[in-house]
T-cell receptor, first 112, second 110 residues
Framework: DTGVSQDPRHKITKRGQNVTFRCDPI?????LYWYRQTLGQGPEFLTY????????KSRLLSDRFSAERPKGSFSTLEIQRTEQGDSAMYLC??????????FGQGTRLTVV | GQNIDQPTEMTATEGAIVQINCTYQ??????LFWYQQHAGEAPTFLSY????GLEEKGRFSSFLSRSKGYSYLLLKELQMKDSASYLC???????????FGGGTRVLVKP
C-alpha cells in the first residue's frame, strides 16, 4: 500500500455512459497526477494538479474528460459519453516537489 | 517533447544478471526514474538518477549518462519474483511530470 487510494478498483460501463473516478493522494503531497495505461504499454500522462490548480493537460485528454481537485486534496476524473477506446487502467499518483511519485492501485475501466 | 525507448521484453535465468537499457530525448531534463510494475498492480519506485553515474541499492543498480541520453537498470541475482515490467521515466525541466517509456517485460525462468 503506497498511501494513494483510488476508487473504484474496477468499473464496467456501457458505451455512452458517464463515469467518475476518485483519487485520494498522500496527505502532505501537493502534486497529483492522472495517467492512463493500456495493456503492455507504459502509463500515458493525462493531467496534473499542484494543490487545487490544474497546471497541465495532455492533448490526449479530449473534451469528454475533465478532472478536478477542488480543495487541493482528493481529485476526481470524469469521462463523459464513454467509448470503447476509453477502456484502460486509470492511475493516480502523488508527490511532493522533486521526489518520487507514489501510484495508487488504479481503476480498471471496461466499456462494453 | 520527450521520447523514451526501452526494449519490449527480456528473458533471463534465475540467479543471473539482466541489464535494461533506456534512451531518452527530451526538450528539458530533470532526472530519470525506474519503476517496477507487476501485472495488475501499481508501479512502485525503484530508483532516481539526476547526476551522471551509478546508484546502487541492494540487488538493483541504476546508471545515468546525461550527455548520451542513456540510462540502464541492472538487476543482479535474479529471483522469480523479479518477473515484472520495468518502466523508465524522465522528468522534464520544469520538474512537473513523469514521461514513461513503454516498459520492458522481464521474464525470469528457473
Amino acid at each position: 500500500d503506497t498511501g494513494v487510494s483510488q476508487d473504484p478498483r474496477h468499473k464496467i460501463t456501457k458505451r455512452g455512459q458517464n463515469v467518475t473516478f476518485r483519487c485520494d493522494p498522500i496527505s502532505e503531497h501537493n502534486r497529483l497526477y492522472w495517467y492512463r495505461q493500456t495493456l503492455g504499454q507504459g502509463p500515458e500522462f493525462l493531467t496534473y494538479f499542484q494543490n487545487e490548480a490544474q497546471l497541465e493537460k495532455s492533448r490526449l485528454l479530449s473534451d469528454r474528460f475533465s478532472a478536478e481537485r477542488p480543495k487541493g486534496s482528493f481529485s476526481t476524473l470524469e469521462i463523459q459519453r464513454t467509448e470503447q477506446g476509453d477502456s484502460a487502467m486509470y492511475l493516480c499518483a502523488s508527490t511532493r516537489r522533486d521526489t518520487e511519485a507514489f501510484f495508487g492501485q488504479g481503476t480498471r475501466l471496461t466499456v462494453v | 517533447g520527450q521520447n523514451i525507448d526501452q526494449p519490449t521484453e527480456m528473458t533471463a535465468t534465475e540467479g543471473a544478471i539482466v541489464q535494461i537499457n533506456c534512451t531518452y530525448q527530451t526538450s528539458g531534463f530533470n532526472g530519470l526514474f525506474w519503476y517496477q510494475q507487476h501485472a495488475g498492480e501499481a508501479p512502485t519506485f525503484l530508483s532516481y538518477n539526476v547526476l551522471d553515474g551509478l546508484e546502487e541499492k541492494g540487488r538493483f543498480s541504476s546508471f545515468l549518462s546525461r550527455s548520451k541520453g542513456y540510462s540502464y537498470l541492472l538487476l543482479k541475482e535474479l529471483q522469480m519474483k523479479d518477473s515484472a515490467s520495468y518502466l523508465c521515466a524522465s522528468v522534464g525541466a520544469a520538474g512537473n511530470k513523469l514521461t514513461f517509456g513503454g516498459g520492458t517485460r522481464v521474464l525470469v525462468k528457473p
